[in-house]
Structure formats: C-alpha cells, structure tokens
C-alpha cells in the first residue's frame, strides 16, 4: 500500500489500488443485495388498493343475460386466466413484457432500455416488468418518486416469490385501464369490439394491447395513426418470439373499432329502469358502495321486448302535438309474481329525474270504480243490482252529475252502469256496501294505504284519490291474477361476483278476494271493452279486461286492464310553465282528453307488443249461478253518440289532483264531506 506526497504541500495522500476498489464495489453490491433480500423478506404484500378490485355492478333484464346498463366507479368485469385465449394473452406479453415467464419479477435489461429510451425520447417500450406495473396499479399510487420505484421493486421481487406467473398475468390483466372508462380486458372487449374476451381474433387482441401503454394518447378518437403503429409493433413482436406465423401476420388488418359511446348509463328512458331498479337493491339492504364496487350481478324483472313495447307505443300513439308539460306514465305487471315487466318514466331521466310511472301522481277517475264492484259482490250485491241511473241523483246531500249530464233511468244494474261508467249508480252503491269497506277493497287489490287522497268518502269510488300509476297496474293485476295480491317487484336475482346467490325473488301471493269475485268482477270489465266506454282496446286483438278514467277538469286521463298474461296502466298528466298540474285540454288538438283517446291507444299498442308471439289465453267468464246484470228493468239509452276512439270516457272527478314531485308525494285538496251539499261533477 502506497501513500504518495503532495508535491505542494508535502502531506501524505492515500490513493485506492484498483484492487481496493473492486472489493469495496463487491461490499457494496453484497450489502445492497442483502438489504433488498431483507426488504423483501420483511415486507408484507398488502391488500390491494380497494380501486384496483373494484367492479362496475352489472343489471340485466328478466333473461339474466341482455344487459341493461352498468353501475359503479370502476367498469370492470373480471375473469380468469382460462378464459383469456393464449393468443390474447401473448399480444399482451409481446406490447409489454415479452419476458414475463423468464424474469424474477424486475428485469435489468428492461430497466437499462426504459433509460435508453428516455434519452432517445422514444416510447416503444417501457421498463417496468408486467409484475411492476401490477404492483404499482394494484397497491402504489403512480407517483413518480424514487421511494416508489423501490417500493414497486421490492413488491414485486415478493409477488413473484409468492404467486404464480400465471396469477400475476390474471390479476394485471383485470386490473389495468384501457380507455373509455374500461377496467380490465373483459370490459375493454366490450368497449372496443362489443365482444367477449373470448371471442377476440389476435388482431383486435393487438389493438387492445397496443392501447395499454397510453390508454389516452393511444385513443383511436385522437391518436388512430399512433395506434396502428403501436399495433404493428405489437404484431411484429409476436412474429420475432414465435408466437404468430409471419405469413399469417402479412395479411392481417387493422379491426373496425365499435364507436365511442359516452358512458351516460342514465340518459334517455333506460335511466328509469336503472334508477328504480338500484332503489329497489338499497330498500333490500345492499349499499351504494356495493353498487359501485362490488360488481354483483343483478337480474332485473324488466322484459326486453315488453320495454321496447311500451316506448314505441308511447312514441307512435301518445300525442304530438299541444304536448309541451305532458306526462306518460306506463306501468306493466306480471300477475300472481308481482313482476313489472315494464315500465315508462319519461324520455330522458337525465331531463327530468320524476318517474312517470312510479312516482307522479294523479287522480285515478273511473279506474277505482272496479274496486266498489269487488266491495259490492262481497256484501251480496250482484251485477243485476239495480240503482238510479239518473243524473242528479241525491246520494246523502251530494248531487251526483253524470258524465255530460246523461240520465240513465230510474233502474241501471251494476253491469250496465260498469260498462258506462255511470257516477250517479256508483255512489249509491258505495253508500249502500260501506265506505269504509269500499276504500279496504282497495287497499286489499294493491292500492298502497298511503295514496295521497285515499279516503272513505262518497266520491272515493269514482277515484277522487291519487295513486302511481305502479299502484293501479298492480291493484288491477290481482283481478287477472283472480284474486291473488302480490306486491310489485322489480329484482329477480342478484349474485356477488364469485357467482354466490345472495337474493332471489319468491312471490308470495295472498288472496285478496276469492276467485268467484275476482272473476266476476273481471266479467264486468271484459264487457267494458267489448260494449262499453273502453273499446277502443279491441284492437288488441284478444280477449281483454278494462276500465277507463277522466277527471271532469281533465287533469288526468287513464286507461287500466289485464289479460290472463298481464296487467298495464296508462296515465297522463300534465304540468303548467310553473311546474303546477293544469289541465290536459288541447292536448294532441282535443278538447278535452278521455281515457279511451290516448290511454287506451297506448295501452293497447304496448299491450299488442309486449305480448307478440304469446299464446292467446282466455280470461274467465261469469261464474256460474252469478245473473248477468244484461237486462235492466228501466233503462232507456242516453241521447249522447256512439263512443268512438275519441269519445268522452271514464270518470270525472272533483279536481284534487297533486302536482308530481320527485318524492311522490302530494298533499291534494280535501275532498268534500258527504255533509256539504257540494255537488259531484259529470263522469264517462
């Protein structure tokens, strides 16, 4: 060892022989080295980020496969390894790591290129291994910080130690961001292609990997040149490992990529179906949070093809013309299961956030009148009982006013007066069964307790109270279901992401009326639409049951019914420039707008689509022993014209009807009590 003088000051220096100089690099590497094996050793791999496992929750309609629309903060799907093609998954390797199963986790080479790429500014490929980049997106930030890096390199020295290859390239693959809003490749199939993963070819494949190292400057929307390039490079790459035929390669070409559409799952009619189906998951206990990251699978009790039915009917009947504040509320249940199978909120819920069918209100006009028959044949009445028909009838201190002052006789049985919705019939015989049984025969078929208006009085039969239009298709369902009550569902099934069933729907009917008055009530309204106020409905085409409603200040007009098959509602309503309901007068150029006008026509079109390629079933007929009703004692014919698809039906009552609101709620005008001698206004 040597230690040379300074020449100008004479002091002894030391100078390292080459020797020391190596040993002392050797120490170095060895204590780096020992402290990266301690480092891996005492570190814990943490659970992953909670964003990195997130999963979009998926609603499908009734099938369980057709999807309707995704929830939740990360749109990711994720699935294993077997079901991403070999093909797949080395276009991937090829873009990224293309020696992902022969490295430890971090390779030297990568690392040394990533440098020299840097420098030269090109971004062909990075540096970090496919095992780094999992470790930074699943448990690190992507901060760019020296701390991290070393934090990634340790993380993924111990993954490796600990977890398959095969594990680290599932978990990367479900994990990564691809662009429009996609998380993982499952997703980003759907995204880009509108496929499975399973069924990508290796082109479309290429195009997914290519996109992975800059989701955003890689878009095909901004960048499509820089994409093929990078699908090339991704291409050529597989060639040069042997993975894809060089012949083959030459006549590949770059996939059609499906168009962008903004993810505003809540835009247009379908928000409305999403909406009330996620408040139906949180009324059954499951959270927001597991809505969005969860990624359970939920099965809607929505029907395609009966949705479909309802907005091209609202679309090719409803009116269009006068139609500025107009409501349409459409509202389909599955009798005996309680299953709505269909439902019109709105056009756009991102416009108008109140769901037509589930949460305006309005009053329900003659539609209620179904309920007085099912009270009356339960107190020993039959459809050949005989009451006044005659306009100005005195019920108590009420004048009852039929529609268009039309008198009816002194003698019109329930049938009759059913089939042409006569007010001054009615009343009396709510008066003679009871109010207050009236009004719990409501309730019984479906009507909720709460509805806004639901009071015994004498103008509750002739639908002075205000229910959703939910409430009316359901209530009148019990009838097609003879008799049995089920309330409304809307969720069918929903599983976790590992396929674990956490709920399915179990009807529980309950019988709410017996089948002989069920049946015999819906006699009744079958005669409504083959003679009666409801014709229009027999363009249905098959055998149907139904009643109309009109308010006499025409704030509402409705039109209900049911086949064996199904039970539906129509309602419309509308809102002034102040958001207040005002009347639907002028609306698609009519006067005044009846049950039998545009409810009926959208009923009926929605009815004949929903049940397209259904067996025709027949509804039941008179029980046997019940009188007809056919063939009053007095009953001369009105002078008023014979009903066309635009005549005056269904009922008129007194103008109580509450504005819609978001909660669905409303206070209405107190309706007059059978003291005050206030008369009742006309009805059809």
Known sequence: ?????NNRTGILRWVPSFRQIIASGLFLVVLGIGALALAVKTTKIPDPNEVSQAQATIFYYDDGKTELGRLGEANRVSVTIDQIPLQTQRTVLSAEDRTFYQHGGFSVKGISRAILNNLKRSSTQGGSTITQQYAKNAYLTDERRFKRKAKELVLSIKLETQTSKDQILEDYLNTIYFGRGAYGIETAANQYFGKNIQNLNVEESAVLSAIIQAPNGLSPETNLEGLKARWNYVLDGMVQQGWLDAGERATMKFPKIKENSPNEVFGGWKGFLLEQARQE???????????????????????????????????????????DGLRIGLAAVRPATGEVVAIYGGADYLKNQVNNATQMIGQAGSTFKPFTLAAAFENNLSLSTAFSGKNHTKVDNYDVVNYSNESWGNRITLLKATEHSVNSAFVQCAKKVGLQKVMESAVRAGIPADTAGLEPNLAFTLGTASPHVIDIASAYSTFAARGLQVKPSYIKLITDSHNNEMFRLNPLPVQAFSTKISDTVS?????????GTGRPALALGRPAAGKTGTTNDNMSALFAGFTPDLAAAVMLTKDGPDGQPTSLRGTGGMQTVYGAS???RIWT???????????VTKLPGLPKGEPTGAHPTDTPSPSASPISSLTPTGSATPSVTPSPSASGTATPTPTPTPTEPTPLPSAS
């Open 1 to 5: 060892m040597s230690y040379p003088r």
């Open 281 to 323: 998951t949180y009324a059954m206990g499951i959270t927001e949070d597991q809505i969005n990251r969860a990624g359970l699978r939920i099965t809607t009790t929505f029907n395609k093809q009966a949705q479909l039915a309802a907005v091209e009917a609202v679309n090719a009947k409803g009116p269009t013309t006068g139609a």
């Open 523 to 531: 006699y009744a309204l079958q005669k409504v639409i083959q003679v």
């Open 598 to 600: 545009f409810p009926a």
């Open 605 to 615: 079109e929605f009815m004949r689509g929903a049940l397209e390629g259904t067996p």
